[in-house]
């Protein structure tokens, strides 16, 4: 088994699709920015002040708008969350659990720095995320 590690999680078997999106010094901290995969999607970036950096699905569930990524960046007992600028509700930024309706995730994104740029792998997490909670 090889691990590969990444700033957001451990993975067991390494994704071959990673996409680079920015250099890591493009990102500020404690602010989240925008980026489009390959295939159309698009991912909220956050850079940490602990330096991890996380990518989840930049579409709000609940209005359907992409604007994940002007959420405000903090922390629920220690975990890091971000705010959803358009209904306020919080998602942890490791899961994409949002802690405000237990049905509803974000997609999640695997992150690696390769040298100064931020790649994200392509792959979401299993749990896919519906407009609307549908």
């Avoid at 090889?2 to 957001?8: D, R």
């Avoid at 850079?47 to 991890?52: A, D, N, P, V, Y």
């Amino acid at each position: 088994m090889t691990a590969t590690s990444t700033m957001n999680t451990m993975t067991t078997s390494p994704p071959t699709d990673w996409s680079a999106v920015c250099p890591l010094d493009a990102l500020p901290v404690e602010q989240g920015r925008a980026a489009l995969l390959p295939d159309g999607s698009a991912v909220a970036l956050f850079r940490l002040h602990t330096g991890e950096v996380h990518a989840v699905g930049n579409l709000d569930p609940f209005s359907g708008a992409p604007v994940i990524c002007h959420g405000i960046v903090g922390d629920r007992d220690g975990v890091p969350v971000v705010t959803g600028p358009l209904g306020k509700e919080t998602f942890e930024l490791a899961t994409g659990r949002c802690l405000d309706a237990e049905d509803i995730r974000l997609p999640v994104h695997d992150v690696r720095l390769t040298g100064p740029v931020i790649e994200v792998s392509t792959r979401r997490n299993t749990v896919e995320t519906l407009v609307g909670g549908g």
